[in-house]
């Protein structure tokens, strides 16, 4: 079974940077896609940024286009989210997933999740 760890959330001010790390573990994840999802306090979890695993091509939610960046390290099995220029709003929970086939914006999508790491914004 597939294990997510997900790290490097925290406090920070409007305009600061965050890189959050999600290390995987278990089996072979080479054919699949890894997603940030994040949820708020009151909201629906929500697609944040994608990669497919093998082919390393990468998806973004239009809010944070030209501001976040995913990638990933093959040698490690860790999944990335460099956050830059962070607002208030991207206040949540973070959570890593993968997954196997389907719409990459769609939670159903992703087999397994981890816990999640906390990122607040101060304004």
């Known amino acids: 079974q597939v294990q997510l760890v997900e790290s490097g959330g925290g406090l920070v001010q409007a305009g600061d940077s965050l890189r959050l790390s999600c290390v995987t573990s278990?089996?072979?994840?080479?054919?699949?896609?890894m997603g940030w999802f994040r949820q708020a306090p009151g909201k629906e979890r929500e697609f944040v940024a994608a990669?497919?695993?093998?082919?390393?091509?990468?998806y973004y939610v239009d809010s944070v286009k030209g501001r976040f960046t995913i990638s990933r390290d093959n040698a490690k099995s860790t999944v990335y989210l460099q956050m830059n220029s962070l607002k208030s709003e991207d206040t949540a929970v973070y959570l890593c997933?993968?997954?196997?086939?389907?719409?990459?914006?769609?939670?159903?999508?992703?087999?397994?999740w981890g816990r999640g790491t906390h990122v607040t914004v101060s304004s």
């Open positions: 997933a993968s997954g196997y086939g389907g719409p990459i914006n769609t939670p159903s999508t992703y087999t397994y």
């Open positions: 278990g089996p072979t994840i080479g054919g699949y896609t």
């Open positions: 990669i497919r695993w093998s082919a390393g091509s990468t």
